[in-house]
């Protein structure tokens, strides 16, 4: 598996655009919200929701490759499943909150969500498949906490479990 490979995965899993009022997000197209979009071409504010509808897969593919892979220094996880889980969770759920939950799993302090000397140290003696169990394990209760207080996200509910569930694949 390459990065590639990782952002095409993502790509299926995240669609098109949508705009439900419900998404804390707003628009989004690719999985791409019109607050990124808006940092990404630096406008200086989010990106209108015609401009995220009109954004171009290509340019979803540039934006994961670089904020969702090389700036959190996730292309940094040697194993390929471990970093496919670990970026589909800052995808979903932000890149600092997947670091967080990556350095957890692994027993590093401070959890700061940079991924550092330290975290990469500790990837160098982990073993993968016991580090994305846990990963995704803190996914499955950040799901849980977020349902049980916000009672407006239970429609995404069964598209996070199942998006979940199939990354169990990856282990």
Excluded: C, H
Excluded at 13 to 34: C, F, L, Q, V, W
Excluded at 75 to 96: A, E, K, T, Y
Excluded at 113 to 118: H, K, R, T
Excluded at 120 to 136: E, G, H, T
Aim: without cysteine; glycine residues 8%.
């Amino acid at each position: 598996m390459t990065d590639d490979d990782i952002i095409a995965a993502v790509l299926k899993y995240e669609g098109g655009y949508t705009n439900n009022s419900a998404d804390r997000g707003g628009p989004t197209n690719y999985g791409i919200t019109a607050k990124e979009l808006g940092a990404w071409r630096n406008l200086g504010r989010d990106a209108t929701p015609s401009e995220v509808e009109a954004m171009t897969e290509a340019e979803a593919i540039q934006i994961y490759r670089k904020r969702y892979i090389a700036d959190p220094r996730f292309d940094q996880i040697p194993d390929m499943n471990l970093r496919m889980i670990v970026v589909d969770s800052g995808v979903l759920f932000g890149v600092s909150r997947a670091a967080k939950w990556l350095q957890q799993a692994l027993g590093v302090a401070p959890v700061d969500g940079v991924i550092g000397p330290a975290t990469l140290q500790a990837l160098s003696v982990a073993v993968p498949r016991d580090i994305a169990k846990s990963v995704l394990g803190l996914r499955f209760k950040t799901i849980g906490s977020l349902l049980s207080k916000e009672k407006s996200q239970v429609v995404f509910a069964a598209g996070w479990i199942n998006r979940a569930v199939d990354l169990l694949r990856y282990i």
